[in-house]
C-alpha cells in the first residue's frame, strides 16, 4: 500500500490579496479557481510537485456553518492561530531575502535549528505561518 500527501488547505480571507503572494511572490502555479454557494477555493502547487496541492480556501468552508461559528474562525485566522504549511527550499537565505523583499510579514530570520534545518518563516496576508526549511548541510 503507499499513502502519500495529496492536498493541503490553508485558509485566507481575501483570495486575491492570497494569490498575489502564494502565486507572485512564492512562484506557486494556479491549478483551479472555483466558486460554489458564495465561497471560493483556489488551488496552487510548485510546477516541481505536480501530484500535491495547496487549497485555499475560506475560514470556515461550510456554508450550513452558523454565524457565531464562521465569527469565531474569522477571529482565529486573524490571530494567526490556525496551522500553516512548511515548505522545504534548497536556500532558506535566498528564499526569505526574495519574501522580504516582496513585503513578506517577517516573523523569524533564518536560524540553524537543533531539530537539523535551518529556517524561517512569515505570514501570509490572512496571518497564517509558513515555514521555509532548509535541511543542513552536512
Not at 32 to 48: I, K, Y
Request: charged share 30%; net charge negative; hydrophobic share 40%.
Amino acid at each position: 500500500m503507499d499513502i502519500k500527501l495529496s492536498q493541503c488547505f490553508i485558509a485566507v480571507d481575501d483570495h486575491d490579496k492570497a494569490l498575489a503572494f502564494y502565486r507572485d511572490v512564492l512562484g506557486l502555479e494556479v491549478r483551479n479557481d472555483v466558486g460554489f454557494e458564495g465561497m471560493r477555493w483556489v488551488t496552487v502547487g510548485a510546477p516541481s510537485q505536480p501530484d500535491v496541492e495547496i487549497v485555499l480556501e475560506p475560514p470556515l468552508a461550510d456554508p450550513n456553518a452558523s454565524p457565531t461559528d464562521k465569527a469565531a474562525m474569522a477571529e482565529l485566522l486573524a490571530k494567526g492561530l490556525l496551522r500553516g504549511v512548511i515548505f522545504r527550499t534548497d536556500d532558506c537565505d535566498a528564499t526569505f531575502e526574495r519574501i522580504r523583499a516582496a513585503g513578506g510579514e517577517v516573523l523569524q530570520e533564518p536560524i540553524d535549528q537543533p531539530y537539523g534545518v535551518r529556517d524561517c518563516a512569515f505570514r501570509d496576508p490572512s496571518g497564517t505561518m509558513l515555514r521555509f526549511s532548509q535541511p543542513r548541510r552536512q
